[in-house]
Each structure stands twice: as C-alpha cells, then as structure tokens.
C-alpha cells in the first residue's frame, strides 16, 4: 500500500512560481511511475507530466517549457516546479502513482495510487 501526501499549492499572481512535492510511503517509490494530473471545477481531471521509474519525463503541451517533473528516490518525493503561472493554471492538482508497464502515463485509470489533493489558484 502506498500513500501519497501533496503540499505546496497555493495562490500565486499570474506569471509566478510554485513548487508542488508529493511525498510517498513504502519501500517501492523508486519502481513507480509518478505523475502529476489536474482538475478545474466542473472538469476533467486531466493529465499534467509524467516521470518513469527510469527517470524518463513527459508533460502535456500546455505546460511545456513552463513546468517540470523530477524526482527525488532517496526522499521518495516528486516534484512539480512550475513557472510563469497563467489564471488557466487554476485547479487541484493530485499526484498519483503506480507500475504502469507499456501502459501510457496520460491514462489516469492506471494508476492504483492518489493523493488527496492540493489546490493552486493563479490570479490574474
């Protein structure tokens, strides 16, 4: 069993920064695959970048260049830096995390772990 526990959210003005971590229990950390999904009321909750257990990363088009994923195995905590925040940018954000195999990272019905949640507000 693995649980995850988000901080960092926040309100921020529209082109600052914030750093979300999601620190995970148990010994399997280093094997998962984490990621970072988002929800804005009244929607989806929608992919937001990805790293593999082989540290390999992905993020969704509208985050490219703004955020970034890493990871830390030794702290069994993920990160999600992200910079020059737009008031779109608003919505909970939830780590999540599981042993994925060939399955695809935007899939969030693969994932067998959540967090609970942290939410991010962007004024604009």
């Known amino acids: 069993q693995v649980q995850l526990v988000e901080s960092g959210g926040g309100l921020v003005q529209a082109g600052g920064s914030l750093r979300l971590s999601c620190e995970a229990s148990?010994?399997?950390?280093?094997?998962?695959?984490m990621s970072w999904f988002r929800q804005a009321p009244g929607n989806d909750r929608v992919f937001v970048a990805t790293?593999?257990?082989?540290?390999?990363?992905n993020h969704a088009d509208s985050v490219k260049g703004r955020f970034t994923i890493s990871r830390d195995n030794a702290k069994n905590t993920v990160y999600l830096q992200m910079s020059n925040l737009k008031p779109e940018d608003t919505a909970v954000y939830y780590c999540?995390?599981?042993?994925?195999?060939?399955?695809?990272?935007?899939?969030?019905?693969?994932?067998?772990?959540w967090g609970q949640g942290t939410q991010v507000t962007v004024s604009s």
């Open positions: 999540a995390a599981g042993e994925l195999g060939w399955g695809s990272p935007l899939n969030k019905n693969l994932y067998a772990y």
């Open positions: 790293i593999r257990a082989n540290s390999a990363t």
């Open positions: 148990g010994r399997t950390f280093s094997t998962y695959t």
